[in-house]
């Protein structure tokens, strides 16, 4: 009730829009105003009387700007006060083709209806009415004048079609009250500054080539060095909790593909294949059916299983340009995969050990807040019934052993098998896709793998695909905008900036970076002839977590003069003191 309860407000809101609009700008053409996700827009035509195609700005097409949305959004709330009930109105082809004669974006709908047999309604608040199917509030009273803010212009074609006219589509948020509304706002505005492209770009952590190609990331000394801070970790956990340690190449023959199905079900999310001596091969998309290969090289037991392997797979997929989105979405891009071959009877045991294994992971990277969703068995599957039953009951046993909130995908798990998919909330309260864990019931069989019974039969393994951080790429991208690019120190980059005052102290403060450095910490010497205010207005714009100042007291004390990101002067400590401070934080991943 709660979604349709603001989606009813949301669509009102359209309406309202529509009718001011239409008291400014009277010879506009209303067209359309649907729901969309956090708000609605409504789409116009502002120069019906020229039918000629246009292309480019609204602004240049009809003289309505981004300006006129604080008019727009007071002449909505002026009439609004007016406004009470939508009355519905049932409309006979007659009706309707009278009451819209001239507008012929809603002549276009109503023939549509007229076609298909379909009823056509339009609905009345005051002294407005638009055809409609319905979704309102039941009284306009009921929406908060202050709940809504109308955000951008932009142009949009006739039904999504470049061959119609270009229309102006006016955009709006809503809510249910006016704290909502502010919260969305400030949400909006922090997650510009957050933006993982542009603190991508701030602080050196990576970038994008146009003589490389869209959608491949070149990472910098610093964004590699987070990599390698949490593929170390990563690894190191991944170790303790039974996982072995593989590596595969990045192409392989055609049939190999064949034989996965991936060139029957996958074949557009591949690139084209190079031919090597006669034969196609193929750059992998999936590490999958390499670690099979590893599984089928010996004989298993029964005693072998379960059998983990993991990999920092590399893999490429092909994505349309239009949907590359800095780390998050991309054509190349490393998973911390890994494929769990084991028995029936091992099944519970090791979903639960993955998905514990999973938040452990991401709770390490202070992510807390987690939604788990279970995606059940389609329309269209392989394997058995009863292989998916307790396939998809082990999940849901698994995500409620950990206590987690969770929603059931029905019917929205892959043919080959049911998942959990792991979504985290970041600190602006995003939803992020990263874990998934999901089961397959379709390669085992295409591979024809197997491993010896006690009785000496040989049975079919269960084989289940384990992603934590989805891949490295994405995972950055979410850890850099949760923080806004102010790292906590075990993950930072840099995590110390020894600023020496004056060139009579460089040698100190070289001195103080090498003992930072024996203790494995990352230092970066601010040495450049500048102003001390200007050395660290620069490395807190580089957010790095701690800087330490040497001087003449420093000198003679053999201590620095240490500020804490966000916190400032934190006073003076001995370097041995400061070093200690630093690895009690570091170890503890605050």
Not at 372 to 399: I, N
Not at 450 to 457: C, P, Q
Not at 517 to 529: A, F, G, S, T
Request: proline share 4%; hydrophobic share 35%; charged share 30%.
């Amino acid at each position: 009730m709660a979604k349709e309860k603001i989606e009813n407000i949301r669509h009102s809101l359209a309406h309202l829009l529509a009718a001011a609009v239409l008291e400014l700008w009277p010879d506009a053409k209303p067209t359309i105003g649907p729901v969309i996700e956090n708000g609605f827009y409504y789409d116009f035509d502002f120069d019906h009387g020229n039918t000629e195609k246009k292309h480019g700005s609204p602004e240049k097409n009809t003289g309505i700007t981004e300006k006129d949305l604080p008019r727009i959004e007071e002449k909505m709330r002026k009439i609004l006060k007016t406004w009470d009930k939508f009355e519905e109105i049932e409309e006979t082809k007659e009706s309707a083709r009278k009451r819209y004669k001239g507008n012929p974006y809603k002549e276009e709908l109503i023939e549509e209806l007229i076609k298909n047999g379909e009823k056509i309604t339009s609905y009345k608040s005051g002294n407005f009415i638009d055809l409609c199917r319905g979704g309102h509030v039941k009284s306009a009273k009921n929406i908060d004048p202050e709940s809504f803010k109308l955000t951008s212009i932009a142009g949009a074609y006739w039904r999504g079609s470049e061959k119609n006219k270009m229309l102006t589509r006016i955009y709006g948020v809503a809510f249910e009250n006016k704290k909502e509304l502010e919260t969305y706002l400030w949400q909006i505005e922090e997650a510009k500054k957050r933006d993982h492209r542009t603190l991508g770009k701030e602080l050196d952590l990576f970038s994008i080539s146009d003589e490389i190609g869209a959608g491949l990331i070149l990472w910098h000394p610093k964004g590699a060095m987070m990599r390698v801070i949490i593929e170390d970790f990563s690894r190191h956990e991944h170790l303790k909790n039974g996982y072995e340690w593989v590596f595969s190449p990045h192409i392989g023959r055609g049939q190999l593909w064949k034989t996965s199905g991936h060139l029957g079900f996958y074949r557009e999310n591949m690139y084209s294949p190079m031919n090597i001596e006669g034969e196609d091969y193929y750059i992998k998309p999936m590490n999958c059916p390499f670690h099979i290969q590893i599984y089928k090289s010996h004989i298993r037991s029964y005693r072998d299983l379960p059998k983990r392997y993991a990999e920092f797979g590399t893999v490429y997929r092909y994505e349309l340009s239009g949907v590359l989105h800095g780390l998050t979405r991309v054509r190349g891009f490393t998973q911390d995969d890994a494929h769990i071959f084991c028995r029936p009877d091992q099944v519970e045991t090791e979903i639960g050990k993955a998905l514990n294994f999973s938040l452990f992971i991401l709770k390490s990277f202070g992510l807390r807040d987690f939604k788990a969703y279970v995606s059940t068995r389609p329309e269209k599957y392989v394997g058995s019934s009863e292989d998916w039953e307790m396939a998809t009951a082990v999940l849901k046993q698994a995500v409620k052993a950990e206590n987690l909130d969770f929603e059931i995908d029905e019917g929205g798990g892959a043919f080959y098998g049911p998942k959990i998919d792991l979504k985290v909330e970041d600190a602006l309260g995003r939803q992020w896709q990263l874990s998934t864990i999901q089961f397959d019931f379709n390669l085992p069989e295409r591979f024809g793998l197997e491993y010896i019974d006690e009785k000496g039969k040989p049975r079919k393994p269960f084989m289940v695909h384990r992603a934590l951080f989805g891949s490295f790429e994405r995972f950055l991208g979410v850890l850099i905008e949760h923080y806004g690019g102010a790292f906590p120190l075990w993950l930072s980059p840099i995590q110390v900036a020894v600023i020496p005052i004056g060139s009579k102290h460089f040698k100190y403060a070289k001195e103080v970076c090498e003992k930072l450095k024996n203790e494995n910490i990352r230092v970066e010497l601010y040495d450049k002839n500048e102003t001390i205010s200007k050395k660290i207005r620069e490395a807190e714009m580089q957010k790095i977590p701690y800087v330490a100042v040497v001087g003449d007291k420093e000198l003679k004390l053999q201590a620095v003069a240490i500020r804490k990101r966000g916190e400032g002067d934190k006073g003076q400590a001995k370097v041995e003191d400061f070093i200690d401070q630093l690895k009690k934080e570091i170890s503890r991943k605050i």
